[in-house]
């Protein structure tokens, strides 16, 4: 029994590792790469589709791009044009694998992600609180309470249908050696940034190949109000999962 579960992690293991490698080499021959300068600074745009690995709740998820809703679990290929995704409660994540062109034994002076975002119920509340987790590179960075999701007017790039989720808010990140700090922004009004945690840039464990990031909600939460994330084509802001290292 033991050699059975054993080999199932491995055959397992392999799997993931093929995938995720399908993914890195579909951004590099799909994705924009204009804005990469492996001498000091480069920024990444990951389509939201492109996730690697995920844990939601069955009967609550979905994803949906111009024209239909469809399954977390369908091919790359029809996840690619995916505006909108979302799933319920908590002890769930979806997780993205970024490249990342680092030379040598350099190390990044900062790290900055950004991804507009949301709680989720069924309906729409701008009450309806939820505890959302970002890890970078396997770190938990931060834990930020999101008020709720938003449908109280139609989205600034889609009008989804009344009653529904419409908008999130901008959530932006950046680690560097004075820790972790966010900054939100809704309905155009930028926050005053915020020390969330002392998780520095040293913490995030570079220098490396490839740059995992999570959001999710954690299992026995506070409040577990799930996610919504927000791609270029829907909500309020025209851009898809953005990370920028500066080193």
Same mark, same amino acid.
């Given at each position: 029994m033991k050699k059975s579960f054993v080999l199932l992690l491995v055959l397992g293991s392999v799997f993931l $590792?093929?995938?995720?490698?399908e993914l890195v080499d579909y951004w590099w021959e799909s994705g924009d790469t204009s804005d990469i300068d492996i001498n000091g600074f480069f920024e990444l745009s990951m389509p939201l589709g492109a996730y690697t690995?995920?844990?939601?709740? %069955?009967?609550?998820?979905?994803?949906?791009d111009s024209s239909s809703i469809f399954a977390v679990s369908d091919p790359l290929s029809r996840?690619?044009?995916? #505006?909108?995704?979302?799933?319920?409660?908590?002890?769930?994540? /979806?997780?993205?694998? $970024? +490249? *990342? +062109?680092?030379?040598?034994?350099?190390?990044?002076?900062?790290?900055? /992600?950004?991804?507009?975002?949301?709680?989720? !119920?069924?309906? #729409?509340?701008?009450?309806?609180k939820s505890d959302i987790t970002i890890w970078i590179?396997?770190?938990?960075? *931060?834990?930020?309470?999101?008020?709720?999701? $938003?449908?109280?007017?139609?989205?600034?790039?889609?009008?989804? %249908?009344?009653?529904?989720? #419409?908008?999130?808010?901008?959530?932006?990140?950046?680690v560097s050696a004075n820790g972790t700090i966010i900054t939100t922004t809704k309905d155009d009004v930028i926050s005053t940034p915020v020390r969330?945690?002392?998780?520095?840039?040293?913490?995030?464990? /570079? +220098?490396?190949?490839? !740059?995992?990031?999570?959001?999710?909600? @954690?299992?026995?939460?506070?409040? @577990?109000?799930?996610?919504?994330? /927000?791609?270029?084509? *829907?909500g309020d802001y025209p851009q898809d999962l953005l990370l920028s290292v500066l080193y």
């Open positions: $590792f093929a995938c995720t490698n690995a995920y844990k939601t709740a %069955p009967r609550t998820t979905g994803i949906e996840r690619m044009g995916a #505006q909108l995704m979302w799933s319920t409660g908590d002890d769930i994540y /979806f997780e993205w694998l $970024f +490249p *990342a +062109p680092l030379k040598g034994a350099k190390k990044p002076k900062e790290l900055n /992600f950004s991804v507009e975002i949301g709680s989720e !119920l069924s309906g #729409q509340s701008s009450n309806y590179n396997g770190v938990e960075c *931060a834990t930020w309470t999101c008020p709720g999701d $938003f449908g109280d007017r139609a989205g600034k790039l889609k009008n989804r %249908p009344t009653g529904e989720t #419409q908008y999130g808010i901008l959530l932006k990140i950046n969330i945690s002392n998780v520095c840039i040293d913490d995030l464990n /570079f +220098p490396c190949n490839s !740059l995992p990031v999570r959001i999710g909600v @954690k299992a026995g939460a506070v409040n @577990k109000g799930g996610i919504n994330i /927000f791609g270029s084509g *829907a």
